[in-house]
């Protein structure tokens, strides 16, 4: 894990108050990334803003040198994000936590579920699997249409259902509602997403062995404050979310 | 420039240690830099049992600051000596032991208990948690109650007990004198102001605490304040803490009495904030006149 000042790339908003950020990292750096790591990101120079901001990884670029974030303006914090500028410095923790154990895991097929901000790290894993020779179903909820992002790059990787809380596009309702109804083979899931979600997926899914990224507040997002943490599955001990996590066997955690 | 301070119990090389509650036991940082710069580590709190603390939400962000509702989380004391202090000990830099509790006794017992280890330079006594016993207030808001526990504390200790002031108080100084007449060797001043912000989505606070510490350069002016006050009473040292984030801000705690300072929050936001002061402190001190820490102590303060 380092602190790093690296240029934007490029800024774009994608959906609905959701921007992806492009920035410019050295490959030697990017390689050692996996999916299901987050970055922490300083909002601005001064006193306004004293947390950073912890985003997922979305996508790596080794060729260009890119690392792309997608994250969704919650605040006054994200919104001053939203207006950096091409070439402009980010002060970066790089990278952070655990992520998805692919490279120890047999396995011929995953189910990925994500909901809103918690979709952007599946396309990262949903990447690696495919190039490991895994094959990828996804399934990804939003509130709305407009909010929906990444269908079409997931699409390209393997089977993709879409659903929103409104019903304006795709199927009416939530992830847990395609998994119910539609006949999905698999062996490992892996899910990010609000806690609501995580829930219903985690007891939903509960035959099948599966790993779910958390998210919480967080201060240090090195594991020094003791702000994000989760109880484990006995009730017994406190897991930190930025280092022990964030993503945990879903039998391994209280949600 | 000599940036060194004698305090009881701390022989620091500069006044820069990173507060309570924000370094953990110091191994997150070290993967930034060298803890030997440091004037000295500030541990975690350590109760007597092991203690999970409350339920997240446990930080939010404020103007310039942030709020905390950590609950005192930590392994209890005879973990932190057996499993966090020796990796510590790889460092030339004191260490100082924050120590909490929920009675007098308990707090006894943790200083006792961290009489076995010979790795603690100093206690610093955390007065701003609740007295269990005596219905939850808290021990710091008390002249006697935070007196009391002073005394026992420091008849436990075998190091100095410098005590950690809460500013949740209407007269900050009938404590800082209470607790210097108590024995205590230093202060600690000041801990977090209490506060809460509210979720407007879900209209209801936004930690699960309801209340937290609020930490950050928005409560310097108040520490500022406490440490100017607290300096013309006392004769024991102080050091100062709340909202640094500045060699400037630094300066502004020794002018106002502070002999040596610690920083907090400004870690969260820039791990490296620590040696950066160090490296920055003498070009403010020369610039405002200074060839020494020592000398800028308590400058703020003229005979009228």
Do not use: W
Not at chain 1, 233 to 249: E, L, S, Y
Not at chain 2, 167 to 194: F, K, Y
């Amino acid at each position: 894990m380092r602190q790093l000042i690296v240029p934007v790339l490029e800024i774009e908003e994608i959906a609905k108050a959701t921007y992806q950020l492009d920035l410019e990292i050295e490959k030697s750096l990017l390689a050692q990334i996996k999916p299901g790591q987050f970055i922490h990101i300083r909002v601005n120079q001064g006193s306004e803003f004293m947390l950073r901001r912890p985003i997922s990884v979305a996508d790596i670029d080794l060729s260009l040198n890119k690392l792309t974030v997608i994250f969704k303006v919650f605040g006054k914090g994200t919104d001053v994000l939203t207006h950096l500028k091409t070439g402009e410095l980010i002060d970066l923790l790089i990278p952070l936590g655990n992520g998805y154990p692919i490279e120890s895991i047999e396995m011929e097929h995953a189910l990925l579920v994500g909901g809103g901000v918690g979709v952007p790290p599946l396309y990262y894993l949903a990447k690696s699997l495919v190039e490991k020779g895994i094959k990828v179903t996804t399934v990804i909820g939003f509130q709305t249409k407009d909010e929906i992002f990444y269908e079409k790059e997931f699409a390209t990787l393997g089977e993709v259902f879409v659903t929103t809380d409104d019903g304006s596009y795709g199927t009416k309702g939530y992830v847990t509602d395609v998994l119910q109804h539609e006949e999905l083979n698999f062996d490992y899931y892996f899910s990010c997403g609000p806690a609501p979600m995580l829930k219903a997926v985690k007891k939903y899914l509960h035959y099948f062995p599966g790993y779910i990224s958390l998210e919480e507040r967080m201060g240090c997002g090195i594991g020094a404050c003791y702000a994000c943490v989760v109880k484990s599955a006995d009730g017994k001990d406190q897991k930190k979310i930025c280092t022990d996590g964030p993503v945990f066997n879903a039998t391994e955690v209280m949600i | 420039m000599n940036l060194s301070v004698k305090l009881p119990g701390l022989n620091l090389k500069n006044p820069i240690m990173p507060a309570s509650g924000c370094f953990s036991f110091g191994k997150e940082y070290s993967q930034f830099y060298d803890l030997s710069k440091l004037g000295a580590v500030v541990i975690k709190a350590a109760t007597l049992n092991e203690r999970l603390g409350n339920p997240t939400p446990r930080v939010a962000e404020t103007y310039s600051g942030m709020l905390n509702a950590i609950g005192l989380q930590n392994p209890g004391v005879e973990r932190i000596i057996d499993q966090e202090l020796p990796y510590l000990k790889n460092y030339d830099v004191p260490i100082v032991a924050n120590i909490a509790g929920s009675s007098v006794e308990e707090y006894e017992q943790v200083a006792r208990a961290f009489q076995r280890t010979d790795g603690i330079a100093a206690v610093e006594l955390n007065i701003s948690c609740p007295n269990v016993k005596e219905g939850g207030l808290q021990f710091g808001t008390n002249p006697d109650v935070a007196a009391e526990v002073t005394r026992r504390v420091k008849a436990a200790s075998n190091v100095p007990v410098y005590v950690k002031l809460t500013p949740n108080v209407t007269n900050v100084v009938e404590i800082a004198q209470a607790v210097e007449q108590a024995g205590a060797d230093g202060l600690t001043m000041i801990n977090s102001l209490t506060g809460m912000q509210i979720d407007l989505q879900n209209r209801r606070p936004l930690l699960a605490n309801k209340v937290g510490g609020l930490t950050g350069p928005a409560i310097k002016p108040v520490a500022i304040r406490m440490v100017y006050q607290v300096y013309q009473a006392v004769k024991i040292p102080i050091i100062g803490v709340g909202g640094i984030m500045t060699a400037e801000d630094v300066l502004e705690f020794l002018l106002a009495g502070a002999s040596a300072v610690q920083v907090g929050t400004a870690n969260f936001q820039n791990p490296m904030i620590c040696p950066e002061l160090i490296e920055q402190l003498p070009a403010c001190l020369a610039k405002y006149g200074f060839k020494s820490v020592e000398e800028a102590i308590g400058k703020g303060h003229h005979s009228e």
